[in-house]
């Protein structure tokens, strides 16, 4: 079985981690970074407002 957790605080994530390991679970962490396309995007329209 598969669980996912979102919006973890960061305060919690450590208690957690813990307790999964304890249990004997695998934890994989997986970072979901912005798009770069759409990042670029927001900065020139940032740049094209000033």
Same mark, same amino acid.
């Given at each position: 079985? +598969?669980l996912i957790l979102k /919006? =973890?605080?960061k305060k919690d994530f $450590? =208690? @957690? %981690?813990? @307790? *999964? %390991?304890? @249990?004997? !679970?695998?934890? &994989? +962490? %997986?970072?979901? $970074?912005? /798009? $770069? +396309? !759409? =990042?670029? &995007?927001?900065?020139? *329209? +940032?740049?094209?407002?000033?």
């Amino acid at each position: 079985m +598969e669980l996912i957790l979102k /919006n =973890v605080k960061k305060k919690d994530f $450590p =208690v @957690l %981690k813990s @307790l *999964a %390991k304890s @249990l004997g !679970f695998e934890i &994989e +962490e %997986k970072d979901k $970074p912005y /798009n $770069p +396309e !759409f =990042v670029k &995007e927001i900065l020139e *329209a +940032e740049q094209s407002i000033r």
